[in-house]
């Protein structure tokens, strides 16, 4: 089993800053994918960002040159910057860890709440 434990939601107007946290704890394998999904009322989940075990990235267009995915040295906690906030940025942000090999090994953090006002 493997637990992720996100932080850093809240309320922030346009053009703020947030910064989101997630660590993972457990059967965690060295070979990984952590990532950030957000999901907006009536939309699908969507990535927003992810980082690889071997360090490389990637970001959805939108968040391009406004949001960064970095994580710590031990590897157990991935931290997304999201900076010039906007109102469309809205949205319930997860967490997700899963493993390049194992495909049973995915999982979802509960949810934070970021909500930018206009």
């Known amino acids: 089993q493997v637990h992720l434990v996100e932080s850093g939601g809240g309320l922030v107007q346009a053009g703020g800053s947030l910064r989101l946290s997630c660590t993972v704890s457990?059967?965690?394998?060295?070979?990984?994918?952590m990532g950030w999904y957000r999901q907006a009322p009536g939309k699908q989940r969507d990535l927003v960002a992810s980082?690889?075990?071997?360090?490389?990235?990637n970001y959805a267009d939108s968040v391009k040159g406004r949001f960064t995915i970095s994580g710590d040295n031990a590897k157990t906690t991935v931290y997304l910057q999201m900076n010039n906030l906007k109102p469309e940025d809205t949205a319930v942000y997860y967490c997700?860890?899963?493993?390049?090999?194992?495909?049973?090994?995915?999982?979802w953090g509960q949810g934070t709440q970021v909500t930018v006002s206009s």
């Open positions: 997700n860890y899963r493993s390049i090999f194992v495909r049973s090994s995915d999982y």
């Open positions: 457990g059967n965690i394998f060295a070979l990984n994918v």
């Open positions: 980082v690889s075990s071997d360090g490389s990235s």
